[in-house]
Nanobody, 124 residues
Framework: QVQLVESGGGLVQAGGSLRLSCVAS????????MGWFRQAPGKEREFVAA????????YYADSVKDRSTISRDNAKNTVFLQMNSLKPEDTAVYYC?????????????????WGQGTQVTVSS
């Protein structure tokens, strides 16, 4: 079955950076838009960023827009999320997900496949 595996999370001080990766397998990767979501304790899972199948279009939540970059490498079935100037409120489990269309890219229902998540903790 389709598998999405995230990596790159960890503990970082406020102001630091992290680069998250998500590798897809058993998926025609270049046919899917890819997204990143996050879920903090006690909160709902929320949209962070998304990228079109070709990489030509990218979308961001306002909370990360000026601090993050989503990218993808279709040859390696991998999507990345570079996060800079991290804040304690960025602390969450980060999930990648695959969607056949990004018409409603902020909606969790648009995404067919999800990874297990990687923990990001930002200390103040």
């Amino acid at each position: 079955q389709v598998q999405l595996v995230e990596s790159g999370g960890g503990l970082v001080q406020a102001g630091g950076s992290l680069r998250l990766s998500c590798v897809a397998s058993r998926l025609t990767f270049s046919n899917y838009g890819m997204g990143w979501f996050r879920q903090a304790p006690g909160k709902e899972r929320e949209f962070v960023a998304a990228i079109s199948w070709s990489g030509s279009s990218a979308y961001y939540a306002d909370s990360v827009k000026d601090r993050s970059t989503i990218s993808r490498d279709n040859a390696k079935n991998t999507v990345f999320l570079q996060m800079n100037s991290l804040k304690p409120e960025d602390t969450a489990v980060y999930y990648c997900a695959a969607a056949p269309t990004l018409r409603r890219y902020t909606s969790r229902a648009s995404y067919n496949y999800w990874g297990q998540g990687t923990q990001v903790t930002v200390s103040s």
